[in-house]
């Protein structure tokens, strides 16, 4: 009987002396939730390396106390993130939580959110439309745009400059392509325009040949929202095919991940319209000196990222807003969380404010991909769209009205 | 390699104290009183997530320990019965969710996944070894896949959000102490089911199945009856796990019954000792802490290396788990006690 007796002390000691080593000392603890793991981990760390950026402006303190950041993992599943957020506030006793990365996270968290009401919660990329729009939490605050913001001025552009009447999407099949899709058809369906086919593929999907027979003949362009690899694998096997109609890009499509590729591909891509928060060849300097001070952190790419821009843009306005309360959080955030609401500040890409819903108000950029002077493709800045809010400029009863964001919504066929 | 699981032979007649054994009456009391010092933390995501995986251990090391198969599909009959707890239950999601009672939606939600785990038992108990690992993980990848593309009935990439645990006689299940003695309950009862049905009739003859199936099937026995049965057994402990990781993460989505989640239950039950039925629950603590807290030792960047490299030492050390360790060193240790001894 020694052994079991043994293994009963050990058992018991071991899950009990952890839960001891609470400490307390007067640092502000912030947890940083994003995708460390899983297919998203190149993102994940880039968004570190945006939110370390500007920790690193504040030189990792607000109001004479020192910032200590606590990192939890997800693999981009939102019972993953929800499990991370919960050790970070539960266990680590963070106030402030920054994150999570992606769309499906984000209505996740969103509804932890929920369950805590004295901790703060700050976006980082997650982008779907309902983490805000609907059913909001009153303590999830969102200072980078979502998905259909992001598309803003795309659909009409698609239709008056590049004169496309019919396009058919090709898109992810999760919560943040609806959105961009929603995002891109709400303006180019209102201008006229039809999509007579719409694909939905699951992430990781690498034979997109069903995908491609299915697309119409007729079609002026395509419409593409994927990332990373599903991008580089749907575009290599669609040129293979044969096909050749042009193509209007999601905000993640065309980013740098996809635009070093090498081969034929970057023939079809040149001249691809796409939009987002932010652009390439932006001039404007606040947005060089970010680039500048971006490239500081280890293992930096060439530009940032959206994804490191909007966990620095979210992590900016936590630690503006934390020095305005003198980083006091002792009444369960809620100064903080009214300094949230209110706050408004110029960010490397335009002025960010906050709507009712506590979700962004902020600058959208219109690109087109080119080849730069060294040969390295970029995104172009065509046109900046300013202060695009959630409801893109409709009235907000008549975009209620629009809809949820689903696969089937919007539809103009 | 045979994964013979050890029990005890003809036992004397004792009292009822002798047979519960000092070790487990003391386990018992060190974990009624453990809400006593732990925090709501420690209770729910390490003590009762722990016990939900230790019960999903518990029913493949049913199947791996006593009938020899291996199996990668428990956490597929587990989700099955998540799934269903979400579609026949409430949820927030706006699709399905019929509003049965719990006590209604529980029996059905275990009943289905009993169902399905027999079935893919009896596909297959055909095969042995490395063949039923690798169709138990064809239908494992095929069901993730087929949850995270239906929108009908699994709601795609999403799932089902917004699922409560119930409320009756006053308490709320969810709320950390309750919810961590219902986890303890069932793993009590799981694993005295366990050790109970490995000393039973059925037990006795599924070993011997495993050991030498022609011999038994020339002694009259129904081979593949007696394999599919344990394969229903053991989606009745894997539905019931399913029932409370759905009401533990109050959601479910494909990424809750991915593959990464399969291999981890596996582990768990190597790690722990495939032939101990107290294994799988170790192995699920040194797991779960493991996923918890490295990420604090080594930072974002490596932490899964941390992880992967303790599995690999312990595996490496001892093919049998931490209970096998435990069993080559106490020799060293318990020369005393044979002389003492009776």
Not at chain 1, 29 to 35: C, N, Q, S, V
Request: proline content about 5%.
């Amino acid at each position: 009987m020694h052994r079991r007796t043994l293994l009963a002390l050990a058992l018991f000691t071991g899950l009990t002396a952890p839960s001891m080593a609470l400490a307390a000392d007067d640092a502000i603890k912030i947890g940083l939730l994003a995708t460390f793991e899983g297919p998203f981990t190149v993102l994940g760390e880039d968004s570190e390396r945006g939110a370390m950026t500007a920790l690193a402006e504040a030189n990792g303190s607000v109001a004479g106390k020192k910032i200590e950041i606590v990192k939890g993992s997800s693999d981009a599943s939102p019972d993953s993130a929800v499990r991370a957020a919960r050790k970070l506030v539960e266990q680590d006793g963070v106030k402030v939580l920054v994150g999570p990365l992606s769309g499906d996270e984000g209505l996740a968290v969103k509804d932890y959110a929920k369950t805590k009401p004295d901790v703060t919660f700050i976006n980082g990329t997650s982008a779907a439309q309902d983490t805000t729009l609907r059913n909001p939490a009153e303590n999830f605050f969102r200072f980078s745009t979502d998905g259909a913001q992001w598309m803003a001025g795309l659909g009409t552009y698609a239709f008056k400059d590049k004169g496309y009447k019919k396009v058919a999407t090709v898109a992810e099949d999760y919560s943040f392509p609806y959105t961009q899709v929603f995002g891109f058809m709400a303006e180019f369906c209102k201008a006229g325009g039809h999509v007579p086919s719409k694909s939905w593929v699951p992430i990781g999907n690498k034979d997109f040949s069903s995908v491609i027979a299915a697309i119409p003949e007729d079609v002026d362009a395509i419409y593409v929202a994927l990332g990373g690899a599903d991008a580089v694998n749907f575009l290599t096997q669609y040129q293979q095919a044969g096909g050749s109609a042009p193509l209007i890009g999601g905000s993640i499509t065309v980013d740098q991940t996809v635009l070093t590729s090498k081969g034929k591909l970057r023939d079809v891509l040149k001249g691809t319209p796409s939009a987002g928060p932010t652009a390439d060849t932006n001039d404007a300097p606040a947005w060089k000196a970010f680039v500048d001070a971006y490239k500081k952190q280890p293992g930096a790419f060439p530009s940032p990222s959206l994804f490191a821009h909007g966990y620095y843009v979210n992590m900016k306005a936590t630690l503006l807003a934390l020095d305005q309360v003198g980083g006091d959080v002792s009444d369960g955030g809620k100064k903080l969380r009214e300094a949230l609401s209110k706050l408004s500040f110029d960010t490397p890409t335009g002025k960010v404010s906050l709507d009712k819903n506590r979700n962004a108000v902020a600058d959208i950029f219109l690109t087109e991909v080119t080849e730069g002077s060294d040969g390295n493709l970029l995104n172009k800045l065509v046109k900046v769209v300013p202060q695009v809010n959630q409801t893109l400029g409709i009235p907000e009863d008549e975009f209620m009205k629009l809809g949820a964001v689903n696969r089937d919504n919007p539809s103009c066929p | 390699m045979s994964l013979t699981a050890a029990t005890d032979g003809a036992m004397p007649q004792q009292n009822w104290l002798d047979k519960l054994g000092a070790a487990h009456i003391l386990l018992a009391v060190a974990l009624l009183l453990y809400p006593l010092v732990a925090s709501d933390f420690f209770l729910t995501q390490i003590a009762g997530y722990s016990m939900i995986f230790g019960v999903l251990a518990l029913s493949l090391m049913l199947l791996a320990g006593y009938g020899g198969m291996l199996s990668l599909a428990q956490i597929t009959v587990a989700g099955i019965a998540a799934y269903a707890v979400a579609i026949l239950g409430n949820n927030t999601s706006n699709v399905l969710g019929f509003g049965w009672p719990w006590w209604i939606v529980v029996p059905f939600a275990v009943a289905a996944a009993a169902v399905s785990s027999a079935l893919i038992g009896w596909i297959s108990v055909r095969t042995e070894g490395i063949y039923t690992l690798m169709i138990t993980l064809a239908i494992a990848t095929a069901t993730f896949y087929f949850a995270q593309q239906n929108y009908a009935i699994f709601n795609g990439h999403s799932g089902y959000a917004g699922i409560h645990a119930p409320v009756f006689w006053g308490i709320d299940w969810r709320d950390p102490k309750p919810f961590y003695y219902l986890c303890l309950g069932l793993a009590a009862l799981s694993y005295a089911a366990v050790l109970y049905g490995s000393r039973s009739t059925f037990g006795m003859t599924l070993q011997a199945i495993r050991d030498n199936p022609r011999r038994m099937r020339a002694l009259g026995y129904h081979v593949t009856a007696h394999k599919v049965f344990a394969w229903f057994l053991a989606g009745i402990l894997a539905g019931l796990a399913g029932v409370l990781l759905v009401w533990f993460n109050g959601r479910v989505s494909p990424g809750t019954i991915g593959v990464d989640v399969a291999i981890d239950v596996l582990v768990i039950a190597v790690i722990g000792g495939l032939r101990h039925p107290i294994g799988s629950f170790l192995g699920a603590i040194v797991v779960i802490l493991m996923q918890t807290f490295a990420i604090d030792i080594v930072g974002a960047e490596r932490f899964n290396t941390l992880i992967g490299l303790v599995f690999l030492v312990i595996v490496f050390v001892s093919p049998d788990g931490i209970l096998g360790l435990w069993g080559r060193i106490k020799p060293h240790f318990a020369q005393e006690s044979l002389r003492a001894g009776p």
